[in-house]
């Protein structure tokens, strides 16, 4: 089990910190202002800005190390990285934000460190894009049985990149069928609504061996939203997982020391984000929030140290072979 001491990497010596933040023991390692966000959304997923427009607004706070992670995409990361070519000291890290399922929870993993040209990579993240717009268009239909009309062009149009449930809330929304988005969620599209279609995904474990298998580092997003975490935990972690985030202010922030007592337990990188979509609702929390913590910025040293030894296996070929894609090979029974 690999070790990390984490008081090496604690805001303490961190001379780009702020002088008015409060002591270590408050921010529990993290850094405040945030200097690292690594889970932001852009158009190429559900965010609703564009790479360009995200880059310029990170660029305005306290934030010099941000990752772009879009669910199922890279096609944000090029114009994200000529984007930050025009302020110095500002770094993206190519990542991607991968939702998965095992027995009855939803585990969201991130990988950062893309080589977005590795083998397999694009054909993996395109089976899962054409996952997601069959079981778009099937929502679309479930709608039309209930009454409700939307052009599926439009959400497409809508969506620019990989499609979800939001933009098909955000049609819903513009044809006049609901108040806003929440509400298309709350009476249609939410896991209990009647117009749900749910689309196959791959377990946490398939999704972990994905990052591997093309040099990515594999953590655990919010993992406050997974249900039986400790088991999710355990069978993650034997199967290599690299971090955790422990910095997710919109998941709430009060029990950050705990969660870096269990990423430390199980060796793994602390890591976090605001997992941001420019949603615009009042309680959305914005990147470089200077009252927010962010993860440290050695951190951001150990998930590339981590990436670098995948990357190092993958050409050794000894890194995991990609993984069927909707198969859960070697998955834990969901019982
Ligand atoms: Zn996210």
Same mark, same amino acid.
């Given at each position: 089990?690999?070790?990390?001491?984490?008081?090496?990497?604690?805001?303490?010596?961190?001379?780009?910190?702020?002088?008015?933040?409060?002591?270590?023991?408050?921010?529990?390692?993290?850094?405040?202002?945030?200097?690292?966000?690594?889970?932001?959304?852009?158009?190429?997923?559900?965010?609703?800005?564009?790479?360009?427009?995200?880059?310029?607004?990170? *660029?305005? !706070?306290?934030?010099?190390?941000?990752?772009?992670?879009?669910?199922?995409?890279?096609?944000?990361?090029?114009?994200?990285?000529?984007?930050?070519?025009?302020?110095?000291?500002?770094?993206?890290?190519?990542?991607?934000?991968?939702?998965?399922?095992?027995?009855?929870?939803?585990?969201?993993? #991130?990988?950062?460190?893309?080589?977005?040209?590795?083998?397999?990579?694009?054909?993996?993240?395109?089976?899962?894009?054409?996952?997601?717009?069959?079981?778009?268009?099937?929502?679309?239909?479930?709608?039309?049985?209930?009454?409700?009309?939307?052009?599926?062009?439009?959400?497409?149009? #809508?969506?620019?990149?990989?499609?979800?449930?939001?933009?098909?809330?955000?049609?819903? *929304?513009?044809?006049?069928?609901?108040?806003?988005?929440?509400?298309?969620?709350?009476?249609?599209?939410?896991?209990?609504?009647?117009?749900?279609?749910?689309?196959?995904?791959?377990?946490?474990?398939?999704?972990?061996?994905?990052?591997?298998?093309?040099?990515?580092?594999?953590?655990?997003?919010?993992?406050?939203?997974?249900?039986?975490?400790?088991?999710?935990?355990?069978?993650?972690?034997?199967? $290599?997982?690299?971090?955790?985030?422990?910095?997710?202010?919109?998941?709430? !922030?009060?029990?950050?020391?705990?969660?870096?007592?269990?990423?430390?337990?199980? =060796?793994?990188?602390? %890591?976090?984000?605001?997992?941001?979509?420019?949603?615009?609702?009042?309680?959305?929390?914005?990147?470089?929030?200077?009252?927010? %913590?962010?993860?440290?910025? =050695?951190?951001?040293?150990?998930?590339?140290?981590?990436?670098?030894?995948?990357?190092?296996?993958?050409?050794?070929?000894?890194?995991?072979? #990609?993984?069927?894609?909707? $198969?859960?090979?070697?998955?834990?029974?969901?019982?």
């Amino acid at each position: 089990m690999r070790t990390v001491d984490y008081t090496k990497t604690g805001n303490t010596d961190n001379t780009l910190s702020s002088s008015t933040q409060n002591g270590p023991e408050d921010v529990a390692g993290g850094v405040r202002p945030p200097i690292v966000d690594l889970h932001l959304h852009t158009t190429a997923s559900d965010g609703q800005l564009s790479p360009t427009e995200l880059i310029e607004l990170v *660029a305005e !706070t306290s934030l010099r190390i941000v990752a772009i992670t879009d669910h199922d995409s890279t096609e944000g990361i090029g114009e994200a990285q000529a984007a930050a070519e025009r302020h110095p000291g500002l770094t993206v890290i190519p990542g991607i934000e991968l939702g998965t399922e095992v027995g009855d929870t939803e585990v969201h993993l #991130i990988g950062h460190f893309a080589d977005t040209d590795a083998p397999g990579l694009q054909e993996y993240l395109a089976h899962l894009r054409d996952g997601r717009v069959e079981a778009a268009r099937g929502t679309v239909e479930r709608l039309r049985e209930h009454g409700i009309n939307i052009d599926w062009e439009r959400v497409l149009e #809508i969506a620019g990149g990989a499609v979800g449930r939001p933009h098909i809330a955000r049609a819903m *929304a513009e044809a006049g069928y609901v108040e806003n988005a929440q509400d298309a969620f709350r009476r249609y599209l939410g896991s209990n609504g009647i117009a749900r279609v749910k689309r196959p995904k791959p377990t946490p474990v398939d999704g972990v061996r994905f990052f591997h298998s093309v040099g990515m580092t594999a953590t655990l997003a919010h993992p406050q939203t997974v249900k039986g975490l400790a088991r999710v935990l355990g069978f993650l972690v034997d199967e $290599g997982l690299d971090g955790i985030e422990v910095f997710a202010p919109k998941y709430g !922030t009060n029990d950050r020391a705990r969660r870096l007592e269990v990423a430390a337990r199980n =060796g793994l990188i602390a %890591v976090g984000g605001t997992d941001y979509h420019a949603w615009g609702s009042a309680d959305e929390i914005v990147p470089g929030d200077p009252n927010t %913590v962010g993860p440290p910025p =050695g951190a951001v040293d150990d998930l590339r140290a981590a990436a670098d030894r995948w990357k190092a296996a993958r050409k050794s070929a000894n890194a995991p072979v #990609i993984p069927e894609i909707f $198969g859960g090979r070697g998955a834990p029974d969901s019982g």
